[in-house]
C-alpha cells in the first residue's frame, strides 16, 4: 500500500465531504509517520496500519482543524517549509524582545534526568511563539515526544512521550494506586520540593477522542495554600501500561488568570478541574479539562496566545448516555444565552458582531463601518440548561485604525462588469439539484453559468472561493483543499484526446505484474505482494527495495484499471514542465473512460520535496471537456490525474477519480441564453456586496483588511447550493 497516496487520499476525501479547509502541519506527518514506522518494527497488518492510519490522519485534521488546534498551511507551498520560515520568524521576533532565554538543551535537562530514554533523543525545534517554544524530540526521523516549554523560565508547560503504546490493547493500565505512585514519584524527582505543595485530587483513565494518544492513567493534582486550594493551579501526570509516564502538564500563571477571567461568562466553571491534556499549537495551547463544573463535564479547549483569548471551547461526550441527555437551546432562549455569554465574554466588542441569519441563532459576523468581516466570526451553541456546548471564533482581529476606507472602493458598476467578463460555461454531469423532466422529478446533467468552475456556488460565500478586488475591480480566485486551479490557470484550452475503446483490465496478480512490466519496464519482487479491497476498488500492490509503492488499481466488479504507479528514479529536478505536459498527454489517453473526446487541464503541481500532500513530481489533474466547456461530476474536483518522474521525463503514475465510470448524455451548448441575461438573472439572488475581508483566497490572514465584492444572496439562500441553468436562464437552488 502507498502510504503516502492513502494519506493523501483519506484528508482529500475528508476536506471534500466535511469541510472547506483542511491544512498538513508537520507535526501531523510525524506523527502517524512515526506510529507507521513503529507498528512496522512489531511485525503488525501493513494494509491495516496505513489504512487505519490514514483515516485517523484524515479524521484528526477534520476535527482538530474545526477546533484551532492546527494552523492552516499556505496552499501550494512545501509545508516543512512553511513551519520553518514562521518558526525563524517567531523566534526572531522572540529574540529580538527577549535578550536572555532558555535553550531547549537547558530546558529539558530536568526532563532527561528523571527519564533517561530521553537523553539518547536529538531536539528539533518547531515553533515559539507568545514566550513558549514547541519542541519534537526524535530518534532518527521518528518523532517520540513532544515537549513545550516557556523560553524566559525555563519551566515545562506540557510533555508526551510516544512510548509503546500502539500495542496498549495487549495490556491493561495499571491500577489508580500504582499509577498514583509513579506520578508521586515522578513529581518529587521533577519538581523536588516544588512538589510538596500539590495535592492529590482524583486518578481516571484518558484517552484523546481521536485515538492519537492515550490511554493512561491521568493522575490529577491541585496546588494548596494555608490549607486552601489555589484557583486553577492544577498538574496531571500520565502513567501508561509499562507504569511509565506518558504526559505532564500544568497550567501556568498566565493560564491561571485566564481561566479565572473566564468565570465572569461561566460563572460555574470549577477553580479545581482537572488537567487531562495539553498541547502547544500554532499561536496557542490546547487543552482537554475535565470536571469542569458540578456536572463534571469534559471539554476541549484552546487559548489563543499566552491568555489574548478563548478561540474555541466543546464540551465532551464521555459516553452515550450523557450525549443522549444533552439537548440543545432553542429560539429565543438560545439567542438569549448566546447574547449573555458573548457579552461578558468580550465585553463593549460583543456590540460589534451581529447575528448572521436572524432566523438561526449560533452565528455571528463582526461588522465595521457597517460593512461585514468576513471569517472574523463566532459560532456559538449552548444547551438548554444554560452551558456553551461550543464556540469558536476568529482570535486575531484588526485595529479600527487598519480598516480602508470604503470610499476608496470601486463601483458596484465596475464590480458587476468584471462578473460578466468572467462569466462561463460549464457542464455538471451529476449535480446536486432535482430539475423537473417529461420523466417526472429526477438527477438530470446540467449546462449552467458559473463565475468560478472551481467551485460550486453557495449563498453567502466568505470570499475564499472568489471575490472582486475592491482597489482594482480584477476577479481573484481561490483553489480550496482540493487545489483546483481551473479559474486561475485561466488558458480555456481544450485537448482533444483518442480514447480507448474499452477499459485497459486486469483481473489478477500475474496481469497486473504484465502490465507494470509493459508500462514502466518493472520486474516486481513477490516478497513484497499484497492486495487490498475498499469502496469498491482492488488493488494489487508490490513495494521496491525502498519501500516505495509499485501497483495497479482496478474497479473490483470489472477488473477496469483506474490507476497505476511507479516509484520516480530519483529526487533530481530537471525537466522542465513542457516536457513533462507534453508526457503526460500522451500517456492519458491509454487509461481515460472509453468515450472521453476532449480535456481541460485542472491543475498543475509543481515539483519538490515529497510530502503527505504531494508526490514531490510533477502532476497534471485534467477535467472531462465537451465543445470546450469544463464538464464535472458533483463535486469541484478533476477526472483524471497523470504524474511525471521531473528527473526522468516518464510517467510513473495515473489516476482516475471520477465518481461514476458512466458518460452522461450532456445538454446541447448551442441554444442558451446570454452572458448578460445570465448575469442579470445571477445578480437578481447572488447581488454583489462590499465586505472587509480578513484572510486572501488561500485561508491566509492579510496584513491589513481588504475591501472586496462578494456575493451576498438573502438569508433564505445563505446556505443553499446556487445554479443558473444556461438553456432556460434560470436560478435552480437546494
Given at each position: ?39 512496522k ?15 485517523c ?10 477546533q484551532g488546534?492546527?494552523?492552516?498551511m499556505?496552499?501550494g ?13 517567531t523566534?526572531?521576533k ?12 537547558e530546558?529539558?535537562l530536568?526532563l ?15 515553533r ?6 514547541d ?6 526521523d521518528n518523532?517520540?515526544?513532544?515537549v ?11 510533555f508526551?512521550?510516544?512510548?509503546d503504546?500502539?500495542?496498549q490493547k ?9 499509577a498514583?505512585?509513579a ?9 523536588g ?10 486518578t ?15 493522575v ?15 498538574m496531571s501526570?500520565?502513567i501508561?501500561?509499562?507504569?511509565q ?5 500544568r ?9 479565572t ?5 461561566m ?16 499561536d496557542?495551547?490546547?487543552f482537554?479539562l ?9 471539554v476541549?479547549?484552546?487559548i ?12 465532551l ?5 450523557e450525549a443522549?441527555?444533552r ?5 429565543e ?5 448566546e447574547?449573555?455569554?458573548l457579552?461578558?465574554?468580550l ?21 465595521h463601518?457597517?460593512?461585514?468581516v468576513?471569517?472574523?466570526e463566532i459560532?456559538?451553541?449552548t ?7 461550543s464556540?469558536?471564533?476568529e482570535p ?7 480598516y480602508?476606507?470604503?470610499s ?5 458598476e465596475?464590480?458587476i ?19 423537473e ?14 463565475p468560478?468552475?472551481?467551485?460550486m ?9 472568489w471575490y ?20 486561475q490557470?485561466?488558458?480555456k484550452?481544450a485537448?482533444?484526446i ?17 502490465l ?5 519496464g518493472i ?15 482492488k488493488?494489487?500492490?508490490w513495494?521496491?527495495k ?6 495497479v488499481?482496478?474497479?473490483a466488479e ?8 511507479s516509484?520516480?528514479?530519483d529526487t ?14 500522451a500517456f492519458?489517453?491509454?487509461y ?15 515539483p519538490?520535496e ?8 510533477w ?8 465543445d470546450?466547456?469544463?464538464?464535472q461530476?458533483r ?13 526522468s ?12 465510470h ?7 451548448s448551442?441554444?442558451i441564453?446570454?452572458?448578460d441575461?445570465a ?12 465586505v ?6 488561500d ?6 483588511p481588504?475591501?472586496?465584492?462578494v456575493?451576498w ?9 446556487i ?9 435552480i437552488?437546494?
Open positions: 500500500m502507498d502510504v503516502d497516496k492513502q494519506m493523501r487520499e483519506a484528508v482529500r476525501s475528508a476536506s471534500e465531504e466535511s469541510v472547506e479547509e483542511v491544512r498538513f502541519t508537520k507535526e501531523m506527518e510525524l506523527r502517524i509517520r512515526g506510529a507507521i514506522a513503529k507498528n518494527r512489531k511485525n503488525r497488518n501493513r494494509i491495516f496500519v496505513a489504512g487505519s492510519l490514514a483515516a490522519l484524515a479524521v484528526t485534521a477534520v476535527g482538530m482543524h474545526q488546534w492546527f494552523p492552516q499556505p496552499s507551498k512545501n509545508v516543512t517549509n512553511a513551519i520553518a520560515t514562521t518558526a525563524t520568524k523566534n526572531n522572540e529574540a529580538n524582545q527577549n535578550s536572555v532565554m532558555v535553550s531547549p538543551e530546558a529539558i530536568p532527561k534526568k528523571v527519564i533517561p530514554a530521553l537523553s539518547k533523543m536529538t531536539i528539533r525545534v518547531d515559539t511563539s507568545y514566550g513558549i517554544s519542541l519534537t524530540l526524535l530518534e532518527g518523532a517520540r515526544a513532544k513545550a516549554y516557556d523560553i524566559q523560565t525555563g519551566q515545562i508547560e506540557s508526551t512521550i510516544d512510548g503504546r500502539g500495542e495487549e495490556g491493561k493500565l495499571p491500577s489508580a494506586k500504582t498514583e505512585n506520578a508521586n514519584a515522578f513529581l518529587q524527582a521533577f519538581l520540593e516544588g512538589s510538596k505543595s500539590y495535592q492529590h485530587v482524583q481516571q483513565i484518558y484517552t484523546d477522542e481521536y485515538m492519537v494518544k492515550g490511554p493512561w492513567m491521568s490529577n493534582y491541585q496546588r494548596m495554600e494555608n490549607g486552601q486550594p489555589v484557583p486553577f493551579d492544577v501526570v500520565g501508561d501500561q509499562q507504569e509516564v506518558a504526559f505532564f502538564g497550567l501556568n500563571k498566565s493560564e491561571q488568570a485566564f481561566f477571567k473566564l468565570t465572569d461568562a460563572p460555574d466553571l470549577s477553580p479545581s478541574l482537572l488537567l487531562l491534556d495539553k498541547e502547544k499549537n500554532h496557542g495551547m490546547s482537554i475535565g470536571k469542569t463544573n458540578k456536572e463534571g463535564h469534559q476541549s479547549l484552546v489563543y496566545g499566552n491568555g489574548q483569548a478563548l478561540e474555541s471551547y466543546r464540551l461526550n464521555r459516553d452515550e448516555k443522549a441527555s439537548k440543545e437551546a432553542e429560539g432562549k438560545a439567542l438569549q444565552q447574547r449573555q455569554f457579552n461578558k465574554l465585553g463593549a466588542d460583543s456590540d460589534n458582531y451581529r447575528l448572521l441569519d436572524a432566523n438561526d441563532p449560533g452565528l455571528y459576523l463582526r461588522y463601518n457597517e460593512l461585514p468576513l471569517s472574523d459560532s456559538i451553541i444547551t438548554d440548561s444554560g452551558h456553551v456546548q464556540f469558536r471564533m486575531e482581529t484588526f485595529e479600527p485604525s487598519q480602508p476606507d470604503v476608496t472602493a470601486v463601483s458596484e465596475v464590480a462588469k468584471e462578473l460578466s467578463e468572467n462569466m462561463k460555461l460549464r457542464y455538471v454531469q451529476n449535480p446536486r439539484i432535482r430539475q423532466s417529461k420523466q417526472g422529478d429526477m438527477w438530470q446533467p446540467i449546462l449552467e453559468y458559473t468560478a468552475v472551481s467551485f456556488q453557495r449563498g453567502r460565500e466568505d470570499g475564499t472561493e472582486i478586488d475592491a482597489t482594482n475591480g480584477k476577479m481573484v480566485y481561490g483553489t480550496g483543499d482540493n487545489g483546483l486551479a481551473y479559474d490557470l485561466n488558458t484550452e485537448h482533444p483518442e480514447s480507448p475503446k474499452e477499459y485497459v483490465k486486469v483481473r489478477s496478480k500475474d496481469e497486473a505484474k504484465a507494470l512490466q509493459a508500462e514502466f520486474q516486481v519482487d513477490d516478497s513484497t505482494y499484497r492486495e487490498s479491497n475498499r469502496d469498491g476498488r488493488e494489487y500492490v513495494n521496491d525502498n519501500d516505495k509503492y509499485i501497483g488499481e482496478v474497479l470489472t477488473g477496469s484499471v483506474v490507476g497505476l504507479g516509484p520516480r528514479s533530481a529536478v530537471t525537466v522542465k514542465r513542457e516536457q513533462a505536459e507534453e508526457a503526460a498527454l492519458l489517453p491509454k481515460v473512460d472509453p468515450g472521453i473526446k476532449e480535456v481541460q487541464l485542472a491543475q498543475v503541481i509543481q519538490g515529497a510530502n503527505p500532500v504531494s508526490s514531490g513530481e502532476e497534471f489533474r485534467y477535467l472531462m471537456s465537451k470546450g466547456i469544463p464538464v461530476d463535486g469541484q474536483k478533476a477526472a483524471y490525474s497523470v504524474t511525471v518522474d521531473p528527473s521525463g516518464k510517467v510513473t503514475k495515473f489516476e482516475n477519480y471520477r465518481e461514476t458512466e458518460l452522461v448524455e450532456l445538454p446541447a448551442d441554444e441564453v446570454s452572458k441575461k448575469v442579470e438573472a445571477y445578480l437578481r439572488v447572488m447581488p454583489l456586496k462590499l472587509y475581508l480578513m484572510k486572501d483566497v485561508g491566509q490572514k492579510l496584513a491589513q481588504k475591501l472586496a465584492y456575493p444572496s438573502d438569508e433564505k439562500l445563505a446556505g443553499k447550493y445554479t443558473l441553468d444556461a438553456v432556460t436562464g434560470k436560478i437552488t437546494k
